[in-house]
């Protein structure tokens, strides 16, 4: 019996299409996992990681303003929040966390006292007329003071603030430019594979037309 050649180019056609659908369903899959599982790298956490290593809790954080500072004794990551300065202190040698300290913290003519928040594992300070200082954009120099039992040392730190963190739109834009290209990416895949389910289905129902009509 010879083959249809319409048949079989039909077939072809279907095994084919198939086919791209399936790599292009893997490919979306894989753009929604790696858009899942975006985190971008922190510094010092409550469990006493060192500063270059990767913090999932503080995944994101990265775009906000922040500043490090570190003496023989003590080491400390700020990052300047919606509601305060937040403050990290650990010891410098062990990267053990550093609780129920005394932290003081001056900028300019302005100092005030952080409070230790044991939930969270770190220190906020929330001192109004400082905070108004410390989100002005540009440089500001700040001076810590630590008194954690028998020890206490004096740090010394920079904190930089740009136009756009001080606006309080910078992590937010920053964060969808990154993701801008993995969601295109995704959009772009359901898009195909719905173009290619809704063309199989059509096939699908002109053939059954076609068989009712003979």
């Known amino acids: 019996m010879t083959p249809n050649p319409k048949h079989s180019l039909r077939l072809h056609l279907k095994l084919s299409l198939k086919h791209s659908l399936k790599h292009t369903l893997a490919a979306a899959a894989l753009c929604a996992l790696a858009l899942g599982s975006h985190a971008a790298p922190g510094a010092h956490g409550p469990d006493g990681e060192h500063l270059d290593a990767p913090a999932a809790a503080l995944a994101g954080a990265a775009a906000l303003p922040r500043f490090e500072a570190a003496s ?3 080491e400390v990551v ?3 929040q919606a509601e305060g300065l937040s403050l990290y202190l650990n010891h410098f ?3 053990e966390p550093v609780l129920q300290a005394q932290l003081h913290v001056e900028s300019g003519a302005l100092q005030a006292t952080a409070a230790f928040r044991p939930e969270q594992g770190d220190y906020l300070l929330s001192d109004a007329a400082l905070l108004a200082l410390l ?3 540009g440089q500001h120099a700040l001076v810590l003071t630590v008194i954690a039992g028998q020890q206490s040392d004096l740090l010394e730190g920079s904190l930089s603030v740009a136009a756009a963190a001080a606006g309080g739109h ?3 834009h920053s964060l969808l430019q990154e993701l801008a290209l993995p969601l295109t990416l995704v959009g772009g895949g359901l898009l195909l594979a719905g ?4 063309f199989l289905r059509r096939g699908k129902a002109v053939r059954a037309s076609k068989g009712l009509g003979s």
């Not at 173009?195 to 809704?198: K, L």
Request: no cysteine.
């Open 170 to 172: 910078g992590h937010e």
């Open 93 to 95: 040698k062990s990267s």
């Open 195 to 198: 173009g290619g389910i809704w």
């Open 78 to 80: 700020g990052r300047l």
């Open 135 to 137: 989100r002005q954009p």
């Open 72 to 74: 023989e004794l003590f």
